[in-house]
């Protein structure tokens, strides 16, 4: 007669009867239910930490990308000499043609648009209050493509106002106390030319759209201004100071580097999305490996539990042991009994973790914003963090390289004190019953 397969149904109803049954029978330890409520929160932190820490990363770089370009094409500055003096000063390198170069650039396989931009540096002040600010001159076109500032949730007023006006940060609304229709006053230091050298330009525009982009140094610094206001009013008549440049694909933007340097010509320079938060985002991924290494020590030692239990299992098991030995069992049989036992364990408790750690990243929300109410809003600071929620999103690779390591340990630590059940001696185990 030949011997039945390994893992048979006979083998997965007997490890089944002795979890099933009660303490003083010989059955499941208090250990093993530790083992298994351990697994569990361990697992359940596991992907909770996963998808907290790439809702965080998604939301971070979102925020960057729905308000920023992907890359900046700029010019070098140049250094020219004073004939009369012979002082050499540097001058800010500007673009004359940047109609000519946006649309060379916008050739370019995989860039999907290019914008011509000014940029300044003013002084923002209303209502006895000042904030310094970064205003960006930009057609109204370019401005209503940038998703993170037209949002109609989180914005305020009216775009198709934005010829006659200025758009500002959230930030700067609340700290200047101005709103849709308000005035505010920007002194931008490099001003009007007169006789007497250049003096400071202050002028009063009209408050058309209040944005939140969902960074707190963008809402609170960040100006939008028409293009063509911008050049007479940082002087810039005729000229640009950049050119933003969005490609298909914002993670791989390394890659139009030197073709954007090669057709924008001698003195071009290139700066990135990745050059100016690739430090950050490099520190988050190190902090992901990180923590998947600490917590998958603590699925360890929490399956560590499983052979403490199964050890006890065992010893309670041990005249069982001896009966089906002599009815014919073998050690493999014997092993794989006690090993289902112990994988039982391990995946109950993953099970549950993955039911617990989804419903912990699916609510992460709403328990950050419960914990702040309760915290007076210490729980999260958007002007430590820079966005404004704490975001979860579950990727099934998180989810599966958790299931699979909790699932792994659970079988490795379960193998030795199957083998020492399977080792047992009959005889020995049977002699004073």
């Known amino acids: 007669m030949p011997s039945p397969a390994p893992f048979s149904r006979y083998e997965f109803m007997i490890a089944w009867r002795y979890l099933r049954a009660r303490r003083a029978e010989g059955g499941v330890s208090v250990m093993t239910w530790i083992s298994l409520v351990g697994i569990a929160l361990g697992v359940m932190a596991l992907i909770a930490t996963l998808a907290v820490r790439a809702g965080f990363r998604a939301e971070f770089v979102d925020t960057i990308l729905g308000a920023n370009a992907h890359s900046t094409v700029y010019m070098a500055p140049q250094r020219v000499e004073n004939e009369f003096t012979d002082d050499v000063y540097v001058v800010p390198g500007r673009i004359a043609d940047y109609d000519a170069m946006a649309a060379t650039l916008a050739q370019i396989p995989g860039v999907t648009r290019t914008a011509p931009v000014i940029r300044g ?28 500032i037209v949002d109609p949730r989180t914005s305020v007023g009216s775009l198709q106002d934005f010829d006659r006006g200025i758009a500002i940060g959230s930030g700067i609304a609340r700290e200047l106390a101005v709103g849709v229709g308000d005035k505010v006053r920007l002194i931008a230091p490099e001003g009007a030319r007169t006789a007497f050298g250049t003096t400071p330009r202050v002028t009063a525009y009209e408050v058309v759209y209040v944005f939140s982009a969902g960074r707190y140094d963008i809402d609170r610094t960040r100006i939008y ?30 890659d139009w580097t030197l073709p954007l340097l090669q057709a924008a010509g001698p003195g ?31 699925v360890l030692i929490a399956s560590m539990n499983i052979t403490s239990g199964l050890i006890m299992l065992v010893k309670n098991k041990g005249r069982d042991i001896g009966i089906l030995r002599t009815m014919g069992l073998t050690e493999g049989a014997v092993l794989r009994v006690f090993f289902l036992c112990g994988a039982f364990t391990g995946v109950l408790g993953t099970l549950a973790g993955v039911v ?18 309760l915290t007076g809003g210490g729980a999260w600071q958007p002007e430590v963090r820079g966005i404004y929620r704490l975001p979860a999103e579950l990727r099934a690779w998180d989810i599966a390289r958790a299931v699979g390591l909790s699932l792994a340990l659970s079988f490795i630590v379960t193998i030795f004190p199957a083998r020492r059940a399977a080792r047992m001696n009959p005889v020995e185990a049977l002699r004073y019953e």
């Open 121 to 148: 540096q003013v002084m923002a002040t209303a209502n006895d209050s000042s904030n310094v600010a970064e205003v960006f001159g930009v057609t109204l076109d370019e401005l209503e493509k940038m998703s993170r």
């Open 268 to 298: 071009a320079q290139v700066w990135n999305w990745r050059d100016a938060s690739g430090s950050f985002l490099s520190a988050l991924d190190m902090e992901d490996d990180v923590m998947f290494v600490i917590l998958s020590v603590l």
């Open 225 to 254: 201004m028409p293009m063509a206001e911008a050049q007479s009013y940082f002087n810039r008549e005729g000229v640009a100071d950049e050119i933003e440049v969005f490609v298909s694909d914002p993670e791989r933007v390394d």
């Open 356 to 373: 617990l750690g989804v419903a912990l990243a699916l609510n992460v929300d709403s328990i950050m914003a419960g914990l702040n109410a």
